[in-house]
């Protein structure tokens, strides 16, 4: 059974840092891209990074740029995100994305449920 679990989230002052986590299990890690997204209240489910397999390309969307850091570990099969000078923007839920190939050009899905962060004085 495919697993994609998100942690991490939390409250945190503007200003301050979170790092999430997502781990997985039984899904073609090494191979898969991932990537992280966000949804606030009210909002559409959007991109924040995105890492190729191999970790060759990665993608952040500019509100995102020269704050969030992500990095994959694929002997754990774990994903992170570094987040740092957090506005209360930032507030949604956080959700971890895995493209498992299939086929030649086809991807697999699998998504976390999610992990809240908060950013509030």
């Known amino acids: 059974q495919e697993r994609v679990e998100e942690s991490g989230g939390g409250l945190v002052h503007p200003g301050g840092s979170l790092t999430l986590s997502c781990e997985t299990s039984a899904i073609l890690f090494e191979r898969s891209d991932m990537s992280w997204h966000r949804q606030a209240p009210e909002k559409e489910r959007e991109l924040v990074a995105r890492i190729s397999a191999e970790g060759i390309d990665i993608t952040y969307a500019d509100f995102a740029k020269g704050r969030f850091t992500i990095s994959r570990d694929d002997r754990k099969d774990t994903l992170t995100l570094q987040m740092s000078d957090l506005r209360p923007e930032a507030t949604a839920v956080y959700y971890c994305?895995?493209?498992?190939?299939?086929?030649?050009?086809?991807?697999?899905?699998?998504w976390g449920r999610g992990t809240q962060v908060t950013v509030s004085p």
């Open positions: 994305k895995a493209e498992e190939p299939e086929g030649r050009f086809g991807t697999l899905d699998f």
